[in-house]
């Protein structure tokens, strides 16, 4: 029904018949919704879910940058340590921030009873299984060699066994879908701003989490004053392409999302998306690390960019939830061909 | 077999018998005393431990009673102008629906499931086994039609099982039961898809033309979903019903979200490996 034509009845309605609350004549409803009730329902995750996006994104970025270094026959042993045990708590971390936040904790490992490559939450798990083993081979074979479990007894000659050069090259893609896979798994429900998205919406997560990674690496190497200069240099050249990658798919996603992005600009998750992820941690750290290389700068900006990657993971989560409850986003979301399409191409 | 409800909204009248109906046999918890003091509705919306609920529609731009009101008239249905210069039109005043699972034949939550939880039974209805669920969650923003929720207190989702228990002791669901004004009918999809087109051209006869069947592949199942075991006969549009129009299957787009990142994914490791050239 039209504009006027609801106006018209409205009006009509005074001094007629009145048996009950007009739901239309109350200006903050819109037409067309049963009492603003949301039509689909949010998810329930709380904190736990948005920083194992973040600690997983990480671990991704970490794999991808070491076992690149690898694979060019960089030889830098402090980038390779401080590579191969972050992964591992990356992976000691994301399990239990999962379980801890399932309805049901004691049953975690239900989801292993199957493999369903539709769904992309059993994907996640088993990636995570996946790359946490693999991490875990990497990371002893590591300690091993940094004589973190005694010198010469049989535990260190079976270590020394592990091949951990090619489990390194097995598990990048693992890790990898690790990474993207946290953003294809939100775009693959009915919230309108997650689902619009999901071109961009695994590769600005793998993206950002590769931002994060090569800060965290940066961040450490350089506040403990070791790895090598060229190990250093390629980071700090690696950061500022990747924020630029990661700046250019934020914008993609926001007009992709188009109308359906207004939650990130909304009075709750605006400070978090605009102030925290697109100044604090995009706009500031690319000006930061501008120019010459220079130890301060970096380390600030290492600092800014990670807790940016937070920032936008909270952002992205609370989004979806205001998204959700939403029903004018819905409704315009699903009537047309604004939805996706089972014909769409990618 | 595939069993489903048809849901005839044009003759529910709102009493709610098939919400208590499930609440007893189901034996779900109640909801807490809650007021919302938009309408008589305070059940508000299908969760974890609503399965059946009852929408109560008050339509005023249809609702059009002028001069004397023929109240014998009205409950005869009469839509023609009335004497005395009344008019009215009966149906259109408010509307009632008993909103239910969809029981999509392709479904968004069973795809979203990472434990195999929710699986098609025998009857080729849509179940979540309690036993298994994790409550991870992941089902309840996949549904389209927001009917899972995971219940606080227990961490499992649940949603309408369609009385399967009722089903193999041979027995229909007990909404379908109490219902007394065979608003809610259960029996076998194809059978209802029969009943639901016959009454749809009934309704057009009659001169309500804006009757129709949603839930099937044309109407409320695009999208990949391919229509819905549970149909209903709606007289307005489905967002008035709190139903979207085109509701689609969210897994539809995770092949090109793989793929996406995959291109991504290679593009970043070229960055990486230039970042080490001198």
């Known amino acids: 029904m039209s504009e006027t034509t609801r106006q018209d009845s409205v009006q009509q309605g005074n001094g007629k018949v009145q048996t009950s609350h007009h739901p239309e004549t109350d200006p903050n409803r819109k037409d067309k919704h049963y009492y603003g009730i949301p039509p689909i329902k949010h998810a329930h995750w709380t904190w736990q879910v948005p920083v194992y996006f973040w600690i997983g994104g990480i ?52 989801m292993m009873r199957v493999i369903k490559l539709r769904s992309p939450m059993s994907t996640q798990s088993w990636s995570l299984v996946a790359f946490g083993n693999l991490a875990g081979l990497i990371a002893a074979r590591q300690a091993a060699e940094d004589g973190l479990l005694g010198t010469d007894n049989v535990l260190v000659r079976l270590t020394k066994l592990i091949p951990d050069r090619l489990l390194s090259l097995l598990a990048l893609p693992v890790g990898l879908n690790v ?168 | 077999m595939a069993t489903g409800f ?47 609920h009852v929408a109560f529609i008050e339509n005023p731009k249809k609702r059009r009673l002028t001069g004397d009101v023929d109240l014998v008239a009205l409950a005869e249905d009469v839509t023609e102008p009335l004497p005395g210069g009344a008019e009215l039109d009966a149906l259109g005043r408010w509307a009632f629906m008993s909103d239910v699972c969809k029981h999509c034949v392709a479904a968004p939550c069973q795809q979203a499931c990472p434990t195999g939880s929710i699986i098609r039974n025998e009857f080729d209805n ?57 608003s809610i009918q259960f029996g076998d999809v194809e059978d209802l898809k029969v009943i639901a087109e016959q009454r749809v051209q009934e309704l057009q006869d009659k001169g309500y033309t804006q009757a129709y069947v949603w839930g099937t592949p044309e109407v409320g199942g695009t999208g990949g979903i391919d229509g819905n075991h549970s149909k209903f006969i709606l007289m307005d549009e489905p967002e008035v019903y709190n139903l979207p129009r085109h509701p689609f299957l969210p897994q539809e787009k995770f092949r090109g979200g793989v793929i996406a990142s995959a291109v991504a994914a290679t593009v970043l490791g070229a960055v990486v490996a230039l970042a080490f050239r001198d």
Request: aromatic letters at 10%.
């Open chain 1, 59 to 110: 671990g991704a970025g970490v794999q991808m940058f070491s076992t690149v270094a690898q694979i060019l026959g960089h030889g830098d042993k402090d980038l390779q340590r401080v590579s191969r045990y972050t992964v591992l708590v990356t992976m000691v971390l994301s399990p239990i921030l999962l379980i801890w936040d399932l309805g049901r904790p004691e049953r975690f490992l239900n």
């Open chain 1, 179 to 346: 990474g993207s896979n946290t953003g294809n798994l939100i775009s693959a429900t009915s919230v309108p701003i997650w689902a619009r998205n999901w071109v961009f919406m695994g590769p600005v997560f793998l993206t950002s989490g590769l931002s994060t990674a090569l800060s965290w690496l940066s961040l450490y190497l350089r506040l403990t004053r070791s790895g090598r200069p060229e190990t250093l240099h390629a980071l700090h050249r690696a950061e500022k392409a990747t924020i630029l990658i990661e700046a250019g798919l934020i914008a993609a996603s926001l007009f992709r999302m188009s109308r359906w992005a207004k939650p990130l600009f909304s009075k709750t998750v605006a400070p978090l998306f605009v102030g925290g992820t697109l100044i604090g941690g995009i706009a500031a750290p690319f000006a930061l690390l501008r120019g010459e290389e220079d130890r301060r700068k970096s380390i600030l900006a290492s600092v800014l960019v990670l807790i940016g990657g937070l920032a936008f993971r909270f952002a992205m989560i609370r989004a979806g939830r205001i998204s959700a409850d939403d029903p004018e986003a819905y409704f315009t979301f699903t009537s047309g061909e604004n939805a996706p399409q089972p014909e769409d191409k990618v």
């Open chain 2, 6 to 52: 048809l849901t005839d909204t044009t003759v529910c009248i709102g009493c709610k018998a098939c919400e208590v109906a499930c609440k007893q046999w189901n034996q779900l918890p109640a909801d807490g005393y809650e007021f919302t003091g938009d309408s008589y509705d305070n059940t508000k919306q299908l969760s974890g431990t609503t399965w059946r």
């Open chain 2, 126 to 182: 849509v179940y979540i086994q309690p036993d298994i669920c994790n409550g991870c969650g992941y089902c309840v923003p996949a549904c389209p039609y927001g009917v899972i929720t995971q219940v606080p207190n227990d961490g499992r989702a649940f949603k309408c099982t369609l009385c399967y228990d009722r089903q193999i002791d041979g027995l229909e669901p007990a909404c379908a039961k109490a219902c007394p004004t065979n």
